[in-house]
DNA sequence: TCATTTTGTTACCAGTCAGTATTTTATACC
DNA sequence: GGTATAAAATACTGACTGGTAACAAAATGA
């Protein structure tokens, strides 16, 4: 993705590296919030002045549209994975209850849904990805419960819809409320509960 | 609780209410979110200038944590009701959903939750009365279940506690989603398959 | 009438925000 | 050397934030 083969040109060289500022940032936005952190502090951080931000980003938003787009490639897919590869509704779901409740990636909460729940304060272009992800994981979530509906197990009167909808805010819940440090143990155990709908026999 | 009976006292008398700027910030705050709305736009709302509101309020933190007294009074209380006054446990898991679900003043969501949701926005009154309020929630519910649990009909393995804090966060997740345009009828669908781990047989 | 008290009004404070114009610096090309 | 070019650094803009000082207005009490 990235020219680390720079031919030399014109200019004064470049000091400032847009993908460990996009790292900082990153990394700001997802400890806290993206909200709570301002371009000044994250341009401090990096150790760059304001304007070699804005020649690398454009605004604010391409700024948390680039953070957004890397957080997905190199966290989303996890869960992406889970989604595709499990073996089965009850595997899924356990390793889906893992992540959610267990995996050290989630102890400051998800980038992501930090910025699903501040929508609106977003950017266009950056708000525009939340979206779009938001239903690809809606996709996701409803393939993988179509999946146990055709193999048989499924509880009555249920939509896949409405199914995928509600596991994909159990997961949300539960991994904010890791962002707000409740006890881990009882994330799972909660976890566990909601997604026991899907299984009763 | 108010001096309607103004015996006239020195100095030049008083055109604002306090009360009512208390309400104007209340709808904002509630129809938007507490982050989301500032003095001065609360006060060209309500008609009066910036050192009016300090003198009745004192800070921004006493604003916010009169408006939440007052939110607590006239909105908290009828879940509190709920809890109360429900006859058994499937009467009272009933009322909630009704309420959260479709109840018309959870249309835009509800403030405390808001509030909560960015509690380290808020000044540290209005911080405390939140952590205070969660706290009375989480025992309320937790009477609901024990009661239950009392009454003989309570699903093995869970601890009391767990299932208060699981019962007043599925709440919470259904009233903001209504907050978010979630279809109505959906969300009853969806918390309603939430609470049913509370009474399967 | 005149001082006292309490309110409302105006204009301001310092700080922060996202974003940018201007200048300085470091390179390549000739 | 000199010139073109692109990046970095500094300093700024205008808007907004919570909060307040200074003053004007409206009442009471004497």
Redesign the interface.
Known sequence: MNDDNPKPVRGRPRTMNADTVRDVAMDAYWRTDP??VSINAICQMAGIAKPSLYRAFGSEDGLTRAVLDSYADRVLSVVFAILQNGEGLQDTLDALIDFASADPRMETGCLFYKMR?GK??LGPETRARVEEIDAMAQAAYAAVLQGARDAGNWPGG??VE?GA??LG??IA?AIT?RASGEDPA?IR??LT??L??FT?Q
């Open positions: 909200a709570d729940a609106h304060r249920l939509s409405a909808t509600y805010e159990q819940l409320q009882r155990e909660m509960l909601a026991s709908v009763r």
